[in-house]
C-alpha cells in the first residue's frame, strides 16, 4: 500500500466500552487518552451539534500523541439549519477552530441530510468554493442521485473527498465500486450500519465478517490510489466499534492492540 490505511471509531465516550475495551474503573475525563493508545485516529459527533469551545480543542490534542489525527463533522447549522447557503462566515469560524489541533486535525466531515437534494447541486457548487486548501474535507450524501459525474467531477477539482459510507442509504456495492475512482488525494471511509436497532455497544452483536472482507479487499486497492485512507466505524454497525477496527486491521494484515494490552500501559489508577 502506497498510502497509510488508519482506522477509528466514531466517538469514544461510551461507558459500555469499559470492560470489553476501557480498562476496568477508566474515568470518562480518560476515555481519550487511553483509546489513543488503541487507535491512530477517531471521528468526533459532538462538533456536529456546536462549534466546540478552544478549550476543548486544546484539549483534545493535549490528550493524544503525536502522528493521532482527528475527523470533524462540519456543525449542522452549516449542513443541516442552513443547507450549505449563505454560511461563509461559520466555516471560516468552524474552520479556524478546528485549526488549533495543529498537524492532529485530519479531515472536516461534510455530513449532509436525505432532504439535501440533486436540485440544489448549485449550492453545493458554490459552497466548495469556500473550502480552504489547507484542510482536508470529505462529503457525505445521503441520496443516491449525488453519485453522477458531474458532481463527482466538481468534488475531484477542489480535492473534496467523497465519503465512501456502507449505510441505509446507497448500497455497498455502489460505494465500494466509487472506491475505484477517488475524488481525492486521500480518502474517507464509513461504517454506520443498516439502521439503529443495534443498542448493545459491548460487544459484536451481528456477524458482519463477510461485509468487511469486502472492504478489505476494496481498501487495499484504494490505498495504492491516494496518499492517506481515514476510516471509522460506528457502534450500529457491528455492536462494538471497536473490535470492528480490530477486525478490519487484521484483515489487513495491521496489528492490532489488544484491550488487555491497554490496561497494561495504563497509569491511572
Not at 469514544?12 to 474503573?25: D, E, H, L, M, Q
Not at 484542510?135 to 473527498?161: C, D, K, M, Q, T
Not at 471509522?232 to 462494538?240: A, C, D, K, T, V
Request: hydrophobic fraction near 45%; charged fraction near 20%.
Amino acid at each position: 500500500m502506497s498510502g497509510a490505511v488508519l482506522l477509528g471509531t466514531q466517538g469514544w465516550n461510551y461507558s459500555a466500552w469499559v470492560g470489553p475495551f476501557y480498562p476496568a474503573r477508566t474515568r470518562p475525563a480518560d476515555y481519550l487518552q487511553v483509546y489513543a493508545r488503541a487507535f491512530r485516529t477517531v471521528e468526533v459527533d459532538s462538533t456536529f451539534y456546536a462549534v466546540p469551545p478552544e478549550k476543548t480543542v486544546r484539549g483534545w490534542a493535549e490528550r493524544v500523541p503525536d502522528g493521532f489525527v482527528f475527523a470533524l463533522k462540519m456543525p449542522r447549522e452549516i449542513t443541516h439549519d442552513r443547507q450549505l447557503s449563505g454560511c461563509a462566515d461559520l466555516v471560516s469560524a468552524f474552520v479556524e477552530r478546528v485549526r488549533l489541533l495543529g498537524p492532529k486535525l485530519g479531515t472536516v466531515l461534510i455530513q449532509l441530510g436525505p432532504d439535501f437534494g440533486i436540485e440544489k447541486r448549485e449550492v453545493l457548487a458554490a459552497f466548495v468554493t469556500l473550502l480552504p486548501l489547507d484542510v482536508r474535507f470529505a462529503i457525505e450524501f445521503r441520496r443516491p442521485a449525488w453519485l453522477e459525474p458531474g458532481v463527482l467531477g466538481l468534488l475531484r477539482s477542489h480535492n473534496v473527498a467523497l465519503a465512501l459510507t456502507d449505510g441505509p442509504w446507497v448500497s455497498r456495492e455502489r460505494m465500494i465500486a466509487l472506491a475505484a475512482s477517488p475524488t481525492a488525494d486521500f480518502a474517507y471511509v464509513r461504517w454506520v450500519g443498516p439502521d439503529r436497532r443495534i443498542e448493545e455497544f459491548s460487544r459484536v452483536v451481528v456477524d458482519r465478517q463477510h461485509e468487511l472482507g469486502m472492504w478489505a479487499i476494496a481498501l487495499a486497492a484504494l490505498a495504492a490510489r491516494v496518499t492517506a485512507v481515514h476510516g471509522y466505524f460506528n457502534n450500529h454497525f457491528q455492536g462494538h466499534s471497536p473490535a470492528s477496527v480490530r477486525a478490519m486491521q487484521t484483515l489487513l494484515g495491521q496489528q492490532p492492540v489488544a484491550p488487555s494490552a491497554l490496561a497494561d500501559q495504563t497509569e491511572l489508577f
